[in-house]
Nanobody, 124 residues
Framework: QVQLVESGGGLVQAGGSLRLSCAVS????????MGWFRQAPGTERGIVAV????????YYANSVKGRFTISRDNAKSTVYLQMNSLKPEDTAIYYC?????????????????WGQGTQVTVSS
């Protein structure tokens, strides 16, 4: 069984930065494509960024492009989301997810394992 544990969320002022981490255990981390998703109250869970198994392939939602960076450290079985220039509209619960294909899946339902989520709140 694969387990994902997110950390690094919190309260930050607009324009600030946060770094989310997601530690993965249970299987070979480097086999998995990894993604960050977010869900604000009253909205559906949506994609933020994904990275393929090697780390060389990345995709970003238009709303975060140029501000957020996804990366992974296969030696540490961890995926990161560096978030800069945060805006109030970035406020959401952020989820880490893993998919067994190892590619860059963009759809929520294509992910096999999920973390419990971490709250990010950006004040104006």
């Amino acid at each position: 069984q694969v387990q994902l544990v997110e950390s690094g969320g919190g309260l930050v002022q607009a324009g600030g930065s946060l770094r989310l981490s997601c530690a993965v255990s249970g299987r070979t981390f480097s086999d998995y494509g990894m993604g960050w998703f977010r869900q604000a109250p009253g909205t559906e869970r949506g994609i933020v960024a994904v990275v393929n198994r090697s780390g060389r392939g990345r995709y970003y939602a238009n709303s975060v492009k140029g501000r957020f960076t996804i990366s992974r450290d296969n030696a540490k079985s961890t995926v990161y989301l560096q978030m800069n220039s945060l805006k109030p509209e970035d406020t959401a619960i952020y989820y880490c997810a893993a998919e067994r294909d190892g590619s860059m899946r963009l759809v929520v339902d294509e992910y096999d394992y999920w973390g419990q989520g971490t709250q990010v709140t950006v004040s104006s």
